[in-house]
Every structure is written in structure tokens, then in C-alpha cells.
């Protein structure tokens, strides 16, 4: 593994370090002698950051060769072991993005369609929307924008108020639908505008495309095949089997939450947005382990799952884009040039989660996620795992982790 891993990978701006502290935390897991720099330098940054759990997976080509979960405490209740489940917020992004493109070689979808193409009752008003294309709204071009008015539910219920509705805390799927269908858009095509409306709506789409809820769909068509078992549309209010318990750190003031009317104050990570809506915008839960294991389709590794033709239009350049860009965004992911070839990347994040997955073009990938409150953002997350990577002296073993935590993967 020789390609550079370039400091602009993490897509943040580095945050001046403290002092370094010791670790004195519990490690759970597996990984391969020569990785033993990956555990250095994330315990470290843990200890020094506060984080009080996370986990890191790295894999080579198609061997996996750590899967760790970390715990500040030793706290049994607050254990993290490598297959506990966590919030991966816009980390769901890629997986809707390949979900997508799977729709797109099996010919059910069609890069030219709009929303009103599977969804006969979502009516937009606003005409821009006939060129809302399938893959403008999955490189975030197709119109949309976060517009303070529409940004929360709270703020979102207040408008559809506004314009004559009769709406109650929590927000439903169909009620954010009709929200959408209420909105400005600026003309598809002309720039790039992150928005989460973008990947909801592609989240209806794809279940009326494949015949089946989006989660079935996504679980029996890309997770299975890969042997990945424990991944599953998240809620906010009930916890998962194996999920874990989110953080929030002291001080951090309650807020008011999206399930009542009544203005109720509550901890961040259990009101302040309702995942149950989210889909493919921010809604899976996911391990490390599990997300690594996703993460190989971007190698062009798992032919079964997507085709390397296919992939190599998933990290195609938009024409919104300058040739001498640096980085954009394909369908689904993030892109930079690295050595060689493309790297494809992508955050999540969350109140209670940060998460972070790459795929190198020299076959390295890796995927995080710590349990630490989104107001923690700017930490970058990904420089301890570069500088770990800089200290690997030999990536060449047979070891592989695979089997053992994905005995049913296709070859």
C-alpha cells in the first residue's frame, strides 16, 4: 500500500490538539500485530478528546485486519464491542447512493426520472421540480436546499401550519413529503446544495422502484450478499438490540423535542430529531465492522453487489463541477483524487455520533464512529487513523477477519 492518504481526506479543518492523556480505557476485538499503531494513536485521541466510546475497523483489499471497539470507562453497561450498533447518520448516504445505482443497472430506474414518476400523489409546486432528476437528487443538485424555515421538524410543522394544515408532533413520512412538495427550489443542474430532502425522497423512490420497502430492499440486494446481518433502519426513542446508549456531555443544555407539542426539554440524542423519518438520508445503524465490510463494493471487489463499471460512474465528476476541481460529490459519496486513482469518503454525524468511512484506490478502507454529541464536530477524527496508517511497517498478511464476523459473504 503505497498511495498517499492526502491531510484534505477528512474534509475538516484540523482543531488546535491538547495535551496528550493516558489511556486507561478497555479495548475489545481483534486485528493483525503489525496494526498495533491503530490502537496507539485512537486510544490516545480518545483519552485526550473525552470520547467515551467508539469503534474503528480498517480492511486491505478484501481482508479485514481490525475491528475494535473502545471504552473510556470500564463501565460493563457502557462496553463497546465491535459489533454494538451505532447511529451512522449521512453515513446512510453511500448505502442509498449504491442502492440506487443497483436500480440503475437492473434497469428500474432511470437517471432521467423525477419524483412524480413513482410517487403520483407527491405534487410540487413549484416547476423547477420537472427537472429534479434521479441522479441530480443523488449528487445533491436537483433543486433542493435547507432553508431555515423547513431545517427541523419543529420549524417544519410550523409552517405546514402556516399554510393550513393540520399537523402534530412527531412529523409523519407523508407530512415531510407534503413539506417538500411545498418548497422553493433553486433550477436542478446549476449547483451543488447539500440537503437531506434529496435522499429522503430518493428513499420512497427506491422502494416503488424495487417493489419493496427501502430497508428490505437494501438489506436483501446490497447487505446480504455482502454477509452483513446486524445493519437496520435506527429509532430514536427505542433502542436496537446490541445499540448503544448516547452521550451527552455535561453542560450541554436539553433541548425541545420533535415527538410532542408540549415543548418538552430532553437530551439531544433522544428528541431533537425523529430518525424514524430519515431513511436513506441518516437512518441506519450500523457497526464499524459492518460498514467496512460495506465500504469493499467502492474497491470493485463485490461484483455481485455492483458492477467496477457501475462503481466508476458512482465517483463520476458532475459538470457543475470545474476540471481542475479537487474533490465533488458523485452519487452518494464524496471524491477527491488520491495517487493513482479515486478515493470516495463520506461523514455522518448526529447528536450522540460522529462517524466517518474511506475507500483508498490502493485497496485500504476504514470506517469509524465515536459516541460523542455532533457539537464536537470539527474534531478530526481522521488524522490519528493517517498517522497510524504512516506507521504500519508491513500491510502484507493473509490474516482476515472476515470469516469471522461475516461467515455468510458471497466470495
Known amino acids: 500500500m503505497a498511495a498517499a492518504l492526502p491531510a484534505l481526506a477528512s474534509g475538516r479543518a484540523a482543531a488546535a490538539e491538547p495535551a496528550p492523556a493516558a489511556w486507561t480505557g478497555v479495548t475489545t476485538g481483534y486485528r493483525h500485530t503489525n496494526l498495533a499503531p491503530f490502537d496507539e494513536e485512537w486510544q490516545n485521541f480518545m483519552a485526550t478528546h473525552g470520547i467515551p466510546g467508539a469503534q474503528l475497523a480498517v480492511a486491505a483489499g478484501n481482508r479485514i485486519l481490525l475491528a475494535r471497539g ?18 451512522m447518520g449521512s453515513l446512510a448516504k453511500p448505502l442509498t447512493g449504491v442502492a440506487a445505482t443497483r436500480l440503475l443497472a437492473d434497469e428500474k430506474l432511470n437517471i432521467l426520472n423525477v419524483p412524480t414518476d413513482f410517487l403520483p400523489d407527491f405534487r410540487p409546486e413549484d416547476p423547477n421540480a420537472k427537472d429534479a432528476y434521479v441522479i441530480r437528487m443523488l449528487r445533491h443538485e436537483a433543486g433542493f436546499h435547507g432553508l431555515p424555515e423547513w431545517s427541523t421538524d419543529r420549524s417544519t410543522a410550523d409552517q405546514l401550519r402556516r399554510l393550513g394544515h393540520d399537523v402534530r408532533l412527531p412529523l409523519t413520512r407523508e407530512q415531510l ?84 407539542d408540549d415543548g418538552r426539554l430532553v437530551d439531544a440524542p433522544y428528541g431533537e430529531f425523529n430518525m424514524n423519518n430519515w431513511l436513506g438520508a441518516g437512518g441506519w445503524l450500523a457497526s464499524a465492522v459492518d460498514y467496512v465490510q460495506f465500504l469493499k463494493v467502492f474497491g470493485g471487489l463485490k461484483e455481485g453487489v455492483l458492477s467496477k463499471g457501475w462503481v466508476d460512474f458512482m465517483k463520476g465528476k458532475p459538470e457543475t463541477y470545474a476540471d481542475d476541481a479537487t474533490s465533488w460529490y458523485g452519487l452518494g459519496v464524496n471524491v477527491a483524487p488520491n495517487g493513482s486513482g479515486l478515493m470516495v469518503f463520506h461523514h455522518g454525524g448526529g447528536s450522540g455520533t460522529h462517524a466517518y468511512g474511506a475507500n483508498y484506490p490502493n485497496g485500504l478502507s476504514w ?31 493473509s490474516y482476515d477477519l472476515t470469516p469471522h464476523y461475516f461467515p455468510d459473504a458471497a466470495t
Do not use: C
Request: hydrophobic content about 40%.
Open 70 to 87: 473502545y471504552s473510556l470507562t470500564a463501565d460493563p453497561a457502557l462496553r463497546i464491542e465491535p459489533t454494538s450498533l451505532f447511529r
Open 177 to 260: 413529503l407534503l413539506s417538500m412538495e411545498r418548497q422553493t427550489l433553486y433550477p436542478p443542474g446549476t449547483r451543488h446544495s447539500y440537503s437531506n430532502n434529496n435522499y429522503m425522497l430518493l428513499s420512497h423512490i427506491i422502494a416503488k422502484a424495487a417493489g419493496a420497502p427501502y430497508e428490505t430492499y437494501v438489506q436483501d440486494r446490497i447487505l446480504t450478499p455482502l454477509g452483513i446481518t446486524r445493519m437496520r433502519l435506527g429509532h430514536t426513542l427505542q433502542r436496537a438490540p446490541g445499540e448503544v446508549t448516547y452521550s451527552v456531555p455535561a453542560g450541554v443544555a436539553k433541548v425541545p423535542s420533535v415527538f410532542h
Open 367 to 397: 470506517a469509524l464512529v465515536i459516541n460523542k454529541s455532533h457539537r464536537d464536530h470539527l474534531l478530526d477524527v481522521v488524522k490519528p487513523l493517517v498517522d497510524a496508517y504512516r506507521r504500519v511497517t508491513s500491510w502484507n498478511t
